[in-house]
């Protein structure tokens, strides 16, 4: 079982549109959750963290964590062509190591 | 400058070449990381220096070697590499390593190509 899983996708949805993206993790120990974001060609830049259990809003973005089902989503309202990319989740214990997923391609389409 | 710069963004060599890759933050951090990234594949860790002291090697080849001679500054030497090292070298730093919390910051990447 890999560590960090996410749908290699693409997952396509039409601009002004809700994209879903999920990550589960097998680590029960995971403590910090991070969503990062990646555009072709270029490094990852971070979108959202998330420690506790729930919802935790910035903008377009919400990120949902339920601990018990060692489930993390990333929730973008209103896509725009711009979010098409692939999103990374990365998972850390209590150390500096963080574990990332293979990531989900995001295709947002006019 | 700001944030993290990675230095060549883009490298080719021969298995038999030795090169070096540079990383500066200037966001006055404490810890500095190498990641790999390879197509298909998740980002993998390879090195953490915590103040300049390395505190995670993660079973990387003896043909790659860290060096951070500050906290502002990690290098990775490279020394007869093989083909299948050819891949996206990213560094990143957060302000501490110890803490699950700190948030990593990426360098731009060295498109590494081992011919």
């Known amino acids: 079982q890999k560590e960090v899983e996410q749908n290699s996708g693409p997952l396509s949805v039409p601009e002004g549109a809700i994209a879903s993206l999920n990550c589960t993790y097998s680590d029960r120990g995971s403590q910090s959750f991070f969503w990062y974001r990646q555009y072709s060609g270029k490094s990852p830049e971070l979108i959202m963290f998330i420690y506790s259990n729930g919802d935790k809003e910035d903008g377009r973005f919400t990120a949902q964590l339920n601990k018990a089902s060692q489930y993390v989503s990333l929730l973008i309202r209103d896509s725009q062509p711009s979010d098409s990319a692939t999103y990374l989740c990365a998972v850390s214990r209590n150390t500096d190591k963080l574990i990332f997923g293979t990531g989900t391609r995001l295709q947002v389409f006019p | 400058e700001t944030g993290v710069t990675q230095t060549p963004r883009h490298l080719v060599m021969g298995m038999t070449n030795k090169k070096s890759l540079k990383c500066e933050q200037h966001?006055?951090?404490?810890?500095m990381y190498w990641y790999k990234q390879s197509a298909k594949k998740p980002l993998e860790l390879m090195f953490v220096?915590?103040?300049?002291?390395?505190?995670e090697n993660n079973s990387v080849p003896s043909r790659f070697s860290p060096e951070c001679p500050n906290s502002s500054h990690l290098f990775l030497h490279l020394h007869t590499l093989q083909p299948e090292d050819s891949a996206l070298y990213l560094c990143?730093?957060?302000?501490?390593?110890?803490?699950?919390?700190?948030?990593?910051?990426f360098g731009p990447g060295t498109r590494l190509t081992v011919l």
């Open positions: 966001l006055g951090h404490n810890a």
């Open positions: 220096y915590s103040l300049e002291e390395r505190v």
């Open positions: 990143a730093s957060s302000q501490d390593s110890i803490t699950s919390t700190d948030t990593q910051y």
